[in-house]
């Protein structure tokens, strides 16, 4: 048996972290097909899912004014945020992989991805690289896909 008061040895190397994968939720069948009515009334009714503040963020973006630019920063921010909260619930320890290719993970990822690019289209450069280099960081994938995506 391990003891935890042990030091660490530091010459052995980076440790690996597992994937976190988010568990899977009722709410988010079929948001993405949503109408704005509904999926605002879904947000406002689940507003722990990252994937509705998402959906309402790249709609936002989508539109390219400074108001909607505005919305979409916020949204993002807000789902972001929900993400960083589920991810740290699943076992999530600040770093590691957070896989696109689980499907409860892509909230999370494409709230990340409208944060980086609301971020950089109020000004916020530096957010903006963070945030793209975290979502690198957590998924390649993502990072593709999202961005030939859009």
């Known amino acids: 048996m391990s003891n935890p008061t042990a030091p660490k040895n530091l010459l052995s190397g980076p440790s690996i972290a597992a994937p976190t994968l988010l568990p899977d ?3 988010v069948a079929g948001l993405a097909e949503a109408p704005t009515s509904e999926l605002l009334e879904e947000v406002a009714a689940h507003p722990e899912v990252s994937l509705g503040w998402a959906l309402l963020a790249e709609e936002a973006l989508a539109k390219e004014t400074l108001a909607d630019n ?3 920063y916020a949204c993002a921010r807000t789902g972001y945020h929900r993400g960083l909260d ?3 619930r699943s076992g999530w320890g600040g770093a590691g ?3 696109w290719e689980h499907e409860p993970n892509q909230g999370f990822l494409r709230a990340l991805w409208a944060l980086a690019q609301a971020a950089a ?3 916020e450069t530096d957010e903006a690289e963070r945030c ?3 979502l690198r960081d ?3 994938t ?3 896909q999202l961005t030939h995506q859009h």
């Open 132 to 134: 793209s280099q975290f």
């Open 70 to 72: 505005l919305n979409a």
């Open 86 to 88: 589920a991810l740290r």
């Open 138 to 140: 957590s998924s390649e």
């Open 25 to 27: 939720s009722q709410f």
């Open 97 to 99: 992989p957070v896989p």
């Open 121 to 123: 289209r109020i000004g």
């Open 142 to 144: 993502a990072y593709q």
